[in-house]
């Protein structure tokens, strides 16, 4: 009974890192299309209902383990982490759709504010990669400096609504396409901040501690 | 096996102690019981003969004996006992004993008492007036005798018991004690019961065999390990769950992952989509592989199936660093490019000017012009395929004859062929330096000095001036051309012995040259073993120098 338990555990750990990675996948590809590269926008979006699907199947797996098994303390705090994880995780691939729509509908690229979009897809990026890594490691530590991180990415986009509106100021006939550019740096702002919210998570399932509280 | 032989030992002690009571019991009370039959018939044959002679008076006259006498009539009728008196007693006549007696003349019987605890045993004679004389006595049973000891044999056997019990517990001890000294490590230095020597020899041999085996696996994988460990190729061994069974150092590299990454499963290690999707197509259907970039380098990623006896027991990834390969192949196909887009553009030319020509469009004054553009653009060709033709001669890498040449020498014989550019541009030529031999192919040595300076008078600037220094620094010779002209960009830097390469596409019609020199210089320091180093600032100038081995005495 108990090694089925530790199997199943080990099949929800590997899942989750799978749904981590296919995240990942998916803001690189966006980054990319963003650079330019704009055909590879169109591969988001079946990636996308690929971690729709992985967050259905993981949460099957996580009632399953919480219904048959009742884990307790360690165990417990790390299935109901999952179950919080995947929410996050699915936001990420969904803005990562979102960012790749507006990429390959867009026509002026290469203009405005691309180069600090870059920057910010970088550190959104660098924030998933570290969150999962996190979670693969267990890594408290690591975790932190992902939380921490959400500062930058988030003057990051403080900075470039200020660029964007001089951008308009001086340009006005690119409006929507400097709106369109405002969406994509508030996609990767909410990126960062879920890539923080998993990392959050990663710390209760390993302390028991959320938000510096106890649960 | 203490406890054991304790128990057998002291089971064997109750069973001797009891079997031995109870035969002697047994065989005492029947020597008694005889001994006492034979004593009564003794004292029945004398009251026999005192009653014949005195009749009842004898009897009367016995007093308290410890036996009982009864006289009994031939009818049966009890004539006198010396216990009961004669009315209270019935007729005897049916008492076995008594009617043996009658029938035979004696006889003999006994009798239980109804609790068992006592015997009676009777003896009886016929007298010769046909009465019978019977004789009686109680004897106690065993029953009643083993009843009767029971205090003292508990007593006994509860001595006997402590006595064995310590006994069996000492030898019990003693005879174990041996064998837990054992030293199995080396059975046959063991001097013990000689019953223990075929095992003790059988353990030995089986002792020998393990060590063998362990040696033999130990070293295997030792093997295995140090194959792997200086493989320059990354190596990594899962199971048919992904777990890593093994990395070998290279593969610890890739993945960026130390020794504790066994056990783990491949998936933490590498998060690639691509990558798992390449080890589960493996899994599935054998092969798969994938080119991908980790660290910088880029890597070929060959994943097999690892099968025995038909089932899939895991997966093997070899990680091949193509980086080079991967930029040489790039270069290739550039150079390729670049080759076949050198050589039209000078031929478009020459066949406009030729077209122009053919139809009578030109002018008549100016046909020289359109015959020196044929003329030009032909030369540029002819220089562009000499290029081509000596790097890939060199890319060849065929044997070219060697020989000491003399590097100041060849230098000043370079700056008076181009005299004539330095004089156009207004640029200042001056060599310096000692005499240096080296030990090289000369017509290379010769284009790679023409080629540098070409190339310091041609992105010179008006006014500008050229330094070729030769001289020898150490054991090697160092061969510099610095100029003061225009420089290059530190991030061209890398690129300019790249062929074709240009760092300002749109002047290079305008200086003229193919793009191959500064790569036809670049082979010829590596095909003479030379180092390159190149010193630029943008505006100020261009330093490259070379070093080559000093030809020795042996070359």
């Known amino acids: ?14 899942e989750l890192t799978q749904m981590g990675a296919l995240c990942e996948e998916a803001i690189a590809l966006t980054a990319q299309a963003l650079d330019g590269d704009r055909g590879l926008a169109d591969r988001v979006p079946a990636l996308e209902g690929e971690i729709d699907q992985m967050e259905r199947d993981i949460e099957a797996l996580c009632l399953k383990l919480l219904l048959r098994q009742q884990p307790v303390a360690s165990d417990l705090r790390q299935v109901s982490a999952a179950l919080k994880m995947i929410t996050d995780l699915e936001r990420i691939g969904d803005q990562a759709n979102d960012i790749a729509d507006i990429v390959s509908a867009i026509e002026a690229v290469g203009q405005g504010v691309v180069a600090r979009l870059r920057t910010m897809a970088q550190a ?12 693969v490691c267990q890594d408290v530590d690591r975790a932190k400096k992902v939380i921490n991180f959400d500062d930058t990415i988030d003057n990051a986009f403080q900075e470039i609504k200020i660029a964007l509106v001089e951008h308009i100021a001086k340009n006005p006939e690119l409006g929507e396409y400097a709106l369109d550019q405002l969406m994509i740096a508030k996609y990767f702002e909410r990126i960062g901040d879920h890539a923080a919210n998993v990392a959050e998570w990663v710390i209760f399932a390993v302390t028991g501690v959320h938000k510096g509280e106890k649960l | 096996m203490s406890k054991k032989i304790f128990r057998a030992i002291l089971l064997t002690a109750f069973v001797v102690l009891l079997t031995s009571f109870v035969l002697v019991l047994l065989s005492l009370y029947g020597y008694f019981s005889e001994q006492q039959g034979i004593q009564l018939q003794q ?6 003969q005192g009653v014949e002679l005195n009749g009842q008076t004898y009897l ?52 239980m008492s109804t609790t068992l605890m006592r015997r009676t045993a009777y003896y009886a004679e016929r007298l010769s007036d046909g009465t019978v004389l019977r004789i009686s006595t109680d004897q106690v049973t065993v029953l009643a005798l083993l009843i009767g000891m029971l205090q003292p044999l508990s007593l006994l056997i509860i001595i006997a018991s402590a006595v064995s019990w310590v006994l069996a517990g000492k030898l019990s001890r003693q005879v174990v004690k041996p064998i837990n ?76 992952t130390d020794d504790g990454c066994e056990g783990r499963d491949f998936l933490e290690l590498d998060r690639s989509t691509e990558m798992s999707r390449a080890v589960q197509k493996a899994l599935e259907l054998g092969h ?31 990680a091949f660093d193509v980086t080079e390969k991967a930029a040489a192949e790039r270069s290739r196909r550039e150079f390729t490019a670049n080759v076949s887009h050198e050589l039209k553009t000078p031929l478009q030319s020459i066949i406009g000017s030729a077209e122009l020509l053919e139809n009578g469009m030109v002018a008549q004054p100016d046909i020289p012009r359109f015959v020196g553009r044929i003329r030009t653009e032909a030369q540029r060709l002819v220089s562009l395929i000499e290029d081509i033709f000596r790097l890939s001669q060199m890319d060849e890498e065929a044997a070219m004859p060697r020989e000491t040449v003399e590097l100041l020498a060849l230098a000043q014989e370079v700056c008076t062929s181009l005299e004539p550019q330095a004089a156009a541009k207004n640029v200042r030529l ?108 943008p505006g100020q ?14 070359i």
């Open chain 2, 60 to 111: 009367e006259h016995m007093g308290n004996r410890e036996y009982r006498l009864t006289w009994v009539g031939g009818d049966g009728r009890v004539l006198y006992d010396t216990q009961a008196p004669v009315d209270s007693m019935e007729n005897h006549g049916q008492r076995e004993e008594i009617q043996q007696a009658l029938a035979s003349g004696a006889g003999a019987s006994s009798r």
């Open chain 1, 124 to 135: 959104a990026i660098h924030m998933v990669t570290a969150s999962i890594d996190a979670y």
């Open chain 2, 430 to 537: 001056a060599v310096s330096g000692s005499p240096s031999p080296v030990s090289g192919v000369r017509p290379l040595l010769y284009e790679m000095v023409y080629n540098l300076c070409d190339n310091a008078i041609k992105y010179n600037v008006e006014g500008g001036s050229v330094t070729v220094d030769v001289g020898l620094e150490g054991q090697n010779v160092v061969l510099s051309v610095c100029d003061t002209g225009i420089g290059i960009p530190p991030e061209y830097q890398d690129r300019v012995f790249e062929r074709f390469f240009r760092v300002d596409k749109s002047r290079s019609k305008a200086i003229g040259g193919t793009g191959l020199g500064l790569a036809i210089v670049k082979h010829a320091v590596k095909y003479h073993s030379g180092h390159l180093c190149l010193k630029s600032t």
């Open chain 1, 1 to 14: 009974m108990r090694s089925k338990f530790d199997e199943e555990m080990a099949l929800l750990h590997r």
């Open chain 2, 181 to 256: 000294a054992l030293d199995l490590d080396d059975p046959l230095s063991n001097d013990i019961y000689e019953e223990f020597a075929p095992l003790l020899r059988r353990i030995h041999h089986q002792n020998q065999q393990l060590t063998a085996q362990m040696k033999a696996l130990r070293e295997r994988s030792d093997e295995l390990t140090q194959i792997t460990a200086n493989m320059s190729e990354g190596l990594a061994l899962l199971n048919d769950r992904m777990v890593v069974l093994h990395l070998n150092p290279a593969a610890q590299t890739i993945f960026q």
């Open chain 2, 288 to 318: 798969g592989e994938l080119r991908e970039t980790r660290n910088g380098r880029e890597y070929q990623f060959d994943v097999s199936r690892i099968e025995s006896d038909g089932a899939v027991i895991g997966a093997v990834v070899l």
């Open chain 2, 43 to 48: 004292e029945l044959s004398l009251a026999a």
């Open chain 2, 541 to 554: 100038g261009t330093t490259i120098t070379i070093s080559f081995p000093a030809a020795g005495p042996t």
